[in-house]
Nanobody, 124 residues
């Protein structure tokens, strides 16, 4: 069983930035789809961004397009989510998810592994 670990969540003011990280000890994300989701208590989980690591192909949800950037390190061991111009509606628990293959249907597919989440709070 692969354990994904997210980090980087924090409380930040509107307009601020945060960088989330997703990694797994001893596991490479090469040839994987790695996605970030977020969820607010009582609401459905929402896809935020995804990256197909083998080709560095990136996908974004409309609400974060132009503000968030998903990226990976060269060793395919860590995926990042750089979040800029944060808004109160970005407040949520952010999860990373990993599955083999491309990011086809990245919002709706079943992911093999999920992290425990990291909390992001944006205050006005």
């Amino acid at each position: 069983q692969v354990q994904l670990v997210e980090s980087g969540g924090d409380s930040v003011q509107v307009g601020g930035s945060l960088k989330l990280s997703c990694g797994a000890s001893g596991y490479s994300f090469g040839w994987h789809c790695v996605a970030w989701f977020r969820q607010v208590s009582g609401k459905e989980r929402e896809g935020v961004a995804a990256i197909y690591t083998a080709r560095d192909e990136r996908e974004y949800a409309d609400p974060v397009q132009g503000r968030f950037t998903i990226s990976q390190d060269n060793s395919h061991n860590t995926v990042y989510l750089q979040m800029n111009s944060l808004k109160p509606e970005d407040s949520a628990t952010y999860y990373c998810a990993v599955d083999l293959g491309s990011c086809w249907n990245w919002r709706g597919r079943d992911y093999k592994f999920w992290g425990q989440g990291t909390q992001v709070t944006v205050t006005s």
